[in-house]
């Protein structure tokens, strides 16, 4: 007789009843690999079977969800290469189309006979149509056992993995070991609130009786997720203010000079920043401070301002770039600054070599060097600084928090700033980086010309093109980007060697260069050396251009396939350009026949120029992701929680956290036992309470 093997919270998922060792490799790709994972898994969403209509019953315009049989399934190939995957789904009272843009893998996903649960707004195409419907495959025994009234949780799904197969185990998996599941929260905290206990959240979570109760699951799950992610904010931030510190005040010896030599005058907003800057580096305590702007706001400035306060001390400043063409650039166009100041600078990074790389290192360790530019190359053992009083990361979500915390161990507690040109409200700011003084530069310095965006088809290229030239003809320059390399099979995308073909038979009285990631470092530089004196007309790119790349006498920008790009990318991509006087053009070359949830995205780029909007809109979108990082932040992963739309509940568990570390710093009250508890599973992440 088989021994029975008794499920535990921290048994691998295969050991649930029919799951077993092949399937369970299909639950570790949405992030399952063990019981207590299962639990966690938040469905997408609910599908109540009291609000299925009927397919006759359908209105246009209507969101509706509609179960049905598969009748047919065909995949055709409309115009410019794009497919379109179309379904004919039945039920007993008709019959209606579904409609798939650019999804050919549906193919074979969906098949003639499978029942289908189908959500989405009604349409009209010749009759009504659901397009890019949501959809999920179910069998006929399902339905036939559901009765009026019933809950089904969807999770998200993989190939090889069917919504049943999830319902069975995560109903084993209560049954089993809802018991063993251990509460986070006080009850203090959790009668304020009128939240469900951990173990009713997760019952309720998946085995909902009605909506309702699967609202309040998932409400406690997401106060559970922001409580404990501010709470080691507000520890960190305490932790930070009894560090001890490098006084450095401001003498003027440099500063003041640095701003006779600019050719501009700081904005009000610069001016303002810079005495906040100035404050902080002031005081016996590390400063820790995110600067946060819009594209073309001047942050870079104000950075090097700080760099000058440092140098002033005695101190060494350094500044951290995520790429090597951002690093040259930065070294490129401060260095000839620094040098009229007599501050020595130097470039670090991971292609220089040989004796000059040890030439370099031995700079920074005697003092020689003030002022270091670099990449990550900078954070290798080998490097040590005489006096490292300010260090500045720029482009900071680009850096994982270990190579950020790297970098400030280079000195003892010096100041650290924080630079992001992926702007964020600054409501969420204060709560995601709530640890950090922030500071925002909203506004661009007025001699930057307007930029115009315009989406454009097909038909209207050479129209384009035209145009293009004009601008060219007067002695500008233009940036022509692509999201990829090289032609891919699996995607219908235009690669950058491809587009650089046409724009070379386009432009033949033009000189046109190309650069992306796979050139060496030296080539690259030559190009944009080349670009950067006007030597080369036109700059076929990929995305390596993205951030800090600063040709003033830039006017024009394609961009192809732009639906391959987030709203906040896009943003720093068309910052590339009006960043001289001259009124400067964004095309975006997008094609008549995406799904229309891409149009309406790209459309709003299109009438947007405001970085805060566009991220406001892309955090909407895309979720919290490229805010925190992609869980790079050391700190406790957001799955469930929506930074927009639980905004309210963020405030709420922020408040909680931060009350909490005042009245007890140390969270020692017995009354907090299962809090410790909790924050004992994230020690690791907390040796990191420095750095975000």
Known sequence: MAKKTYLKLSSPVQYIKGVGPKRSLYFRRIGVETVNDLLFLVPRRYIDYSDILKIKNLKINDEATVIGKIQLVELQKIKNRLKLTKVRLTDDSGSINLKWFNRPDLIKKLKVGDWLIISGKISFFHGGQ????????????????????????????????????????????????????????????????????LSEALRNLHLPVKIEKAVAARRRLVYDEFFFFELMLAKRKMKAMNETGIPLNEKGRLTQKFVETLPFKLTRGQIEVIKSIVSDMGRPRPMNRLLQGDVGSGKTVVALYAMLVSVENDYQAVLMAPTEILAEQHYSVLSKILKKLNVKSLLLTSSIKGSERQETIQKIQSGEAHVIFGTHALIEEEILFNKLGLAVVDEQHRFGVMQRAALVNKGINPDFLVLSATPIPRTIALTLYGDLDISMLREKPPSRGEVVTKIINDKNKVTTFEFVKQELSKGRQAFVICPIIEKSETLELKSVNEVYKEIVNAFPEYSVGIIHGRLKTSERMNIMNEFRRGNLNILVATTVIEVGVDIPNASVMLIEHPERFGLAQLHQLRGRIGRGTQKSYCFLFLNRYVPPETFERISFFEKNNDGFALAQKDIQLRGPGEILGKRQHGLPDIKIGDLENDKDLLFLARDDAFELVKKDPEISSSEYYVIQKKLTKLATKEQLLRIG
Request: hydrophobic letters at 40%; charged letters at 25%.
């Open 130 to 197: 659901f397009v890019n419907p949501l959809y999920e495959i179910i069998s006929e025994e399902e339905i036939t056992k559901k009765t009026h009234g019933s809950i089904i949780p969807v999770y998200p799904l993989t190939e090889g993995l069917g919504l049943w197969d999830i319902k069975r185990a995560v109903r084993i998996s209560l049954d089993e070991c809802l018991v063993e599941i251990q509460e986070t929260l006080p009850q203090s905290l959790i009668k304020k609130h009128s939240l469900m206990t």
